[in-house]
């Protein structure tokens, strides 16, 4: 097993404008996968290549080989000049995950809450992308109960099954892990009780089983500490200097990982406001 780890130099260069036909993912299939991760040293992807940088919060850019890049859980600062992508996800438990000031450069906007009381639903296909949701329930301060408040966005590309929980604040339901599918890489929210408590969140990676963890949205290393301990009785831990990893759907880590990246937009002075 090779695992290389790719310093995000080209991070804010122009995306490339190239259609690539869709490798497609069986995402829905509950099958047996026994994977591997792999990849490069080097900005330049190969085809069905996924570069994922955590930028920071529940911020994830996730770039194509084809070009074509999406940013989740958009909440508008994202660093110094940057290149704004293609798609943006968004959930709205709090304004860090959302924001009203979209730049016209943006094609598609996914906001995953419901919309004139209709839930969210989301079936973006780009070709080389796909782009859909899954809608859970948030808390609400008025309510108790705000149905239907967030979304996991799943992202099929290259092969791979790529889930970002949102602000998730429940486990799925039967029928939404259903809807879910197989996740080869998920971004999960391990604040341990803002969103969702420790426990639960680690029960769900674990009926989950991707083979790639990628946490976000915690405060400091003490509280991923609590979310990792959880973890390493079946999930190996990896801490990456670089904000971004390369993968691909032949090069998946043999035993399910979790990946503890930078948050990019804090810790690459090129890309920070400072």
């Not at 994830?60 to 660093?79: C, M, P, Q, V, Y």
């Not at 009785?233 to 035993?255: C, H, K, M, W, Y």
Request: one cysteine or more; proline letters at 5%.
């Amino acid at each position: 097993m090779r695992i290389f780890f790719a310093i995000l130099f080209g991070f804010f260069a122009a995306s490339a404008a190239a259609q690539v036909e869709h490798t497609p993912a069986h995402c829905i299939a509950m099958v047996d996968h026994s994977p591997f991760i792999q990849k490069a040293s080097v900005t330049q992807l190969q085809k069905d290549d996924v570069r994922i940088s955590y930028i920071d919060h529940s911020m994830f850019r996730i770039e194509t080989f084809g070009g074509l890049s999406a940013i989740t859980d958009f909440n508008g600062f994202i660093g110094r000049d940057p290149v704004y992508p293609d798609i943006v996800t968004m959930n709205r438990a709090h304004d860090s995950h959302y924001t009203n000031d979209i730049p016209d450069s943006v094609s598609h906007i996914l906001r995953g809450w419901r919309i004139q009381g209709e839930p969210a639903f989301h079936n973006l296909d780009l070709g080389e992308l796909r782009v859909r949701n899954v809608t859970t329930d948030i808390r609400s301060e008025y309510t108790g109960r705000d149905p239907d408040g967030n979304s996991i966005f799943i992202f099929e590309v290259g092969g791979l099954c790529i889930g970002h929980l949102g602000h998730l604040h429940h486990e799925p339901n039967d029928a939404q892990y259903a809807m879910i599918g197989r996740l080869d890489v998920v971004m999960a929210n391990v604040d341990g009780g803002l969103s969702l408590d420790t426990a639960t969140m680690v029960k769900i990676m674990k009926r989950v089983r991707a083979s790639v963890v990628l946490p976000m949205h915690y405060w400091g290393r003490g509280s991923l500490e609590i979310f990792l301990s959880g973890m390493r009785d079946e999930f190996d831990v990896v801490d990456v200097e670089a904000g971004s990893i390369i993968v691909s759907q032949n090069t998946l880590p043999s035993r399910p990982t979790v990946f503890v990246l930078p948050a990019m937009l804090y810790s690459q002075p090129w890309i920070t406001d400072n």
